[in-house]
């Protein structure tokens, strides 16, 4: 884990585990869904399921390869979740204040988030949050679905033309770290989400780890320096 600081243009983040706690209303939405259609879960449903995309989280909570009864699990759990469980999904503590930091101190900032758009916009808005943004990648932004996080940043630097040397993305899973640091950007490690301690994870360079919302500014990611309130 390097421990030079730098600044940046732009932070990039992921959104379950990172900004929100969207871990109780997704795996309560997945249990009943699966419950109700007869199957008795083959592993632990526990926070160590989110992060993936919908239908590999179900086909690992159901032990099913049926694509079809896959398809069936997926379309139930949309609709409940997006109609109601999406907007019962609360932030980190501490994650509004510097959300709101950064914006206004005019840092571009983005989300990339294997959550799909729907539920992703339901509670930005919810939140008062879709401001912030420049702009929300999620796992359904392109028709076909991108095939990992590494694919969604690479399309989100192109995109956004943003430079992966002056940018960073904020994530708390082994698999947010590999794809932000192949795609040549740095990774800023969250310790309070669902992905364990990063200090296991056997990441590359240059990457760093932080405890609470406020110490991302004690990482200095501003070209000038700015205290947290």
């Known amino acids: 884990m390097t421990a030079a600081a730098r600044h940046f243009d732009a932070l990039v983040f992921d959104l379950d585990g990172t900004l929100v706690d969207s871990a109780p209303a997704i795996l309560a939405c997945m249990e009943t869904v699966v419950g109700e259609a007869g199957f008795a879960p083959v592993v632990t449903i526990g926070t160590h399921l989110i992060g993936p995309p919908l239908k590999a989280t179900l086909a690992r909570i159901t032990g099913v390869e049926d ?3 896959l398809n069936v699990l997926a379309t139930e759990f949309k609709h409940r979740y997006d109609a109601e469980v999406a907007l019962i999904t609360h932030p980190f503590p501490g994650i509004a204040d510097i959300l709101i930091q950064l914006y206004e101190h005019g840092l571009g900032l983005y989300l ?5 758009s729907e539920p992703t916009n339901k509670i930005l808005r919810a939140l008062g949050w879709d401001r912030y943004f420049k702009s929300v990648y999620t796992q359904d932004s392109i ?8 694919e969604m940043l690479q399309h989100l630097l192109r995109e ?7 940018s960073a993305y904020i994530g ?3 698999e947010d770290g590999i794809a932000s640091l192949t795609n040549g950007m740095s990774f800023i490690a969250v310790t309070w989400g669902y992905g364990g301690d990063p200090d296991t994870w056997s990441l590359a360079q240059p990457w760093r780890k932080i405890a609470m919302p406020d110490d991302l500014m004690s990482l200095r990611v501003f070209s000038a320096e700015v205290s947290a309130r």
């Open 112 to 116: 990339a988030t294997n959550k799909r």
């Open 172 to 174: 708390d899973t082994r």
């Open 143 to 150: 028709p076909v679905g991108y095939s990992s996080k590494g």
């Open 67 to 69: 694509g079809a009864v």
């Open 160 to 166: 956004q033309s943003i430079d992966p040397g002056s």
